[in-house]
């Protein structure tokens, strides 16, 4: 590979690893959102059964719902995010193989001095 086709893959391998950090960033937020869903589910059923709050059944089953689907969606993204990251891994270190490779060029033997 020359110096041109290596800087174009690093190019692409950039593009991917910010395409998978926004993918990252996303399951952040979809486990922030199942962790809520989860608590507040919790919320409501613990306040039902300590009759702190009046049972209506659409909301007690919505509640225990809400835990389930949160839990199944916890789960799920976090096999998703762990795909993710592995992936984001594996092209960082092609990456930093691919600029490791290149032929660089040393710009001027000796540094300034003020003196």
């Not at 869903?37 to 225990?64: C, D, E, M, N, R």
């Amino acid at each position: 590979m020359n110096g041109d086709d290596l800087r174009d893959d690093i190019a692409l391998l950039e593009q991917r690893i910010e395409a998978l950090r926004e993918a990252r960033e996303r399951c952040r937020k979809i486990s922030l959102a199942a962790k809520t869903a989860i608590a507040a589910g919790a919320a409501v059923s613990v306040l039902t059964l300590l009759t702190v709050i009046a049972f209506y059944p659409s909301a007690f089953f919505g509640a225990l719902a809400a835990m389930i689907g949160g839990a199944v969606l916890l789960g799920s993204n976090k096999t998703t995010w762990e795909q993710t990251e592995e992936e984001l891994r594996k092209a960082e270190a092609l990456r930093d193989q691919f600029i490791g490779s290149i032929d660089m060029k040393v710009v001027g033997d000796k540094r300034p001095t003020m003196h």
